[in-house]
């Protein structure tokens, strides 16, 4: 099989906003307890954060991350996440049935951002709550006032502000498993004033309001256009959600659901748009895909877990090859999108649903969608090209016409280095690539790092870590993607 690729230099889709490859913690499972945060664990560090994980997180380059929620954050009262320790009340955790000790609040995650070299992008309770409590929450992370709680903050032992930039409007507000979840009137309203308060306190922030949780879901369109037509003039970004299952089993339709995302996004892209023109705006919304993975592995394990205890097991997807393969290709869409998508967040980073695992008290390790992840954070950054390919399609389900090689090119800031994501999704036969990598005349392939494996439903563990990891293939006179594989191959100039 044959691939034909064309990029030009100055053809460009858009600059790649970094925020891109964001990421997501959750107070959900062992994503901070016995995640991120375990004082007892023989890497902690002053502050009870784990260094094995913060070593694998800085290798992901994350540079935003959501928190603390997620369906988590619509049941959560933040001023039980600040100050003395020993005086943070344990509470029932509506959301996922657990128990909430509060050991960790923004207090210590802001402080674990910092040292993992990311920012938090800071999720408001609207469901229990409303502008009240987000105002209250903008002015203790980011005012230097001689005010309550900004004041608060200093007693807390924190002089300076935070200064979070990035705020979600709630979380997943129409789905009926969320706590308070709302009709788009009641969130439109609800969201606007809440808006509003939260840049009277802080003008520099910039808002992200939800979306629907989904494209299943039953008011996806109207959701969105109502919520804009209410917060319009005070948001910056609008979210999306999507996880992808392979409940089927039917890995050439799994490998395809990437053309579901591109879907979303553009569907979503025409609503914000149907807004704006409807307002006469001159404002363009942008996307901030702020869930997105595969999810599914977990399920049955999920229903065993005992109801109300800390830091249960949950939502640990044990992640095969195929599952890596598909997140090459959703990598790739957000690239494809960057015109638009300005803020995105793989769900999660720790334990839930996440990249990297650990054992509470041992191991750290990566799972197999850490390294698509880890390569196009690395060096999909500066620009994305407008890529053409040309290549063989299938037929998957209702999805027509999809190509067997899904690609994109970005070149760097300074211009230095051109890379070829590519994921060649037959799982038989190998394919040839043809380049025309066009202005680029004066540069040469130094590396072609793939992701290859022959069993589709391998997964790494603390016991075999790296039975699926990163090759460096011989750079030859073609360059050949294997059948079923994830590709990088980076360009420098001459
Ligand atoms: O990421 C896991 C959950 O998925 C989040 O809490 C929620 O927002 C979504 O439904």
């Known amino acids: ?24 913690i959750e107070h959900l499972g062992r994503a901070v307890y016995g995640g991120i945060y375990e004082p007892t664990h023989p890497t902690a560090d002053d502050k009870g954060f784990r260094k094995d994980v913060m070593e694998l997180v800085k290798q992901l380059k994350v540079p935003v991350v959501r928190y603390p929620g997620g369906n988590f954050v619509s049941g959560y009262n933040w001023e039980d996440g600040i100050g003395d320790k020993s005086r943070r009340p344990r509470k029932m955790e509506l959301a996922w049935s657990s128990v909430e000790t509060n050991e960790v609040g923004i207090d210590e995650f802001q402080e674990w951002t910092k040292r993992a070299g990311a920012s938090v992008m800071m999720a408001v309770n609207l469901g229990t709550r409303g502008p009240d409590e987000a105002r209250n929450l903008v002015e203790y992370c980011n005012s230097e006032t001689d005010t309550y709680y900004a004041n608060l903050r200093r007693e807390n032992g924190f002089e300076k502000p935070f200064g979070i930039k990035l705020w979600c409007l709630g979380n997943e507000m129409d789905g009926p498993w969320q706590i308070c979840s709302k009709t788009p009137e009641e969130y439109g309203r609800t969201a606007y004033e809440t808006a509003k308060v939260m840049k009277m306190v802080d003008p520099s922030i910039e808002l992200v309001v939800c979306g629907s949780s989904g494209m299943g879901m039953p008011l996806w369109g109207e959701w969105e256009r109502t919520v804009l037509r209410h917060t319009y ?13 392979n409940f089927a089993n039917d890995t050439p339709l799994f490998l395809a659901q990437s ?8 569907k979503t892209i025409a609503f914000c748009d149907e807004i704006k023109a409807e307002k006469r ?13 595969v999810w599914f592995h977990s399920g049955e394990k999920d229903q065993k877990v005992k109801r109300w205890s800390v830091a249960p097991p949950l ?15 959703l990598l790739i869409t957000l690239l494809k999108n960057a015109d638009r998508v300005k803020i995105a967040c793989l769900a999660q ?4 649903i996440a990249p990297i695992m650990t054992e509470t008290g041992g191991a750290a390790w990566a799972q197999t969608i850490f390294y698509p992840f880890l390569h196009a954070s690395t060096h999909g950054r500066g620009t994305a090209l407008t890529t053409a390919c040309e290549c063989g399609t299938y037929s998957a ?10 690609t994109i090119a970005t070149l760097s800031e300074d211009e230095n280095s051109l890379t070829v994501f590519a994921v060649n999704r037959s799982l038989c036969e190998a394919c040839t690539l043809d380049l025309r990598l066009e202005g680029f005349e004066d540069y040469h392939a130094v590396s072609h790092t793939a992701l290859e494996c022959d069993d589709l439903k391998a997964i790494n563990t603390a016991e075999n870590p790296y039975a699926v990891s990163p090759i460096e293939k011989p750079l ?7 059948p079923k594989s994830w590709n990088v191959i980076v360009f420098e100039k001459n």
């Open 1 to 24: 099989m044959k691939a034909k690729i064309t990029a030009r230099k100055g053809n460009v889709i858009s600059k790649i906003d970094d925020r891109i490859y964001g990421s997501f």
């Open 233 to 245: 003039d005070h948001v910056e970004y609008l979210s999306l959600h999507s996880y992808y299952n």
């Open 259 to 266: 053309l579901n995302m591109d879907k979303f996004i553009k």
């Open 281 to 293: 705006s001159n404002k363009t919304i942008y996307l901030s895909f702020d869930e997105w993975n």
């Open 315 to 329: 939502l640990e997807d044990e992640y095969t090859f195929e599952d890596a393969l598909l997140v090459g290709c």
């Open 349 to 352: 980073l720790v334990n839930v």
């Open 397 to 406: 389900g209702d999805l027509q016409a999809v190509p067997y090689v899904e």
């Open 476 to 482: 030859g006179d073609e360059i050949v993607l294997a």
